[in-house]
């Protein structure tokens, strides 16, 4: 594939990720997490501590994060579980990543709601800022990936950057969200609609108006 990400050199993650260790918060998180599990059953928290070990990461690199295989072997060795059960998980969930990624790591949804929606419009501001699928554009601001279903479907086309979900896109909110970040400002997530506020029809209800408008008490007549 040839937007298919590059693993980077194992002897240079190595040597830059070879003796990491959690920050003193962190340990702090980690062990708070590993305590919500029975003893024994400390596996469980693989994944809250996979994504704390990204965040951290990408604190040390100013980005959105990533996990390279030593800091997945600390993990798993935290929970005494072999190494591949750990990266099995972090394989398996794309909330993970492999590769180094920029400072905004941009996930447009294409999945079929969202390109019968204009997906392609959101693609196309994308690419026409420099990005190309599966890359990091060269000052490391923004990485580019194409995903499937993001579970947003009414409120569609959408992308979610780093934590946040942005909805109800077309060419030109998607411009004014990537101009925002690049200038260093937090645009308004969710829907970008003027009347919408969460995912109610856009200009109002259009089914049971009357209940919706009325404060009559439905519950007296059951």
Not at 94 to 106: D, E, F, I, K
Not at 134 to 140: C, F, I, Q, R, V
Not at 174 to 185: K, M, Q, S
Request: proline share 6%; hydrophobic share 35%.
């Amino acid at each position: 594939m040839a937007d298919a990400p590059q693993i980077p050199d194992e002897a240079e993650t190595r040597a830059r990720w070879g003796a990491f260790a959690w920050t003193a918060e962190n340990a702090e998180k980690a062990k708070a997490v590993i305590a919500r599990y029975p003893a024994g059953r400390q596996r469980s928290a693989v994944m809250p501590l996979l994504d704390l070990a990204q965040r951290q990461v990408g604190a040390e690199t100013q980005t959105q994060g990533w996990l390279p295989v030593p800091v997945i072997e600390f993990v798993a060795a935290q929970l005494d579980m072999p190494f591949m059960r750990a990266y099995e998980v972090a394989t398996f969930y794309t909330m993970y990543n492999l590769v180094p990624v920029g400072r905004y790591h941009v996930q447009v949804c294409g999945t079929t709601p969202c390109l019968l929606r204009g997906s392609d419009d959101v693609m196309a501001a994308c690419k026409n800022r420099g990005m190309t699928k599966g890359k990091t554009t060269p000052d490391g601001l923004f990485t580019l990936t194409e995903v499937e279903c993001m579970g947003t479907c009414t409120n569609a086309p959408m992308v979610q950057i780093n934590d946040d979900n942005y909805e109800d896109l077309d060419y030109d909110s998607t411009v004014r969200i990537l101009d925002a970040l690049a200038a260093g400002e937090q645009p308004k997530a969710g829907t970008q609609l003027a009347n919408r506020h969460t995912s109610e029809p856009d200009g109002g209800p259009t089914t049971l108006k009357e209940m919706v408008s009325s404060n009559h008490d439905y519950r007296k007549e059951w």
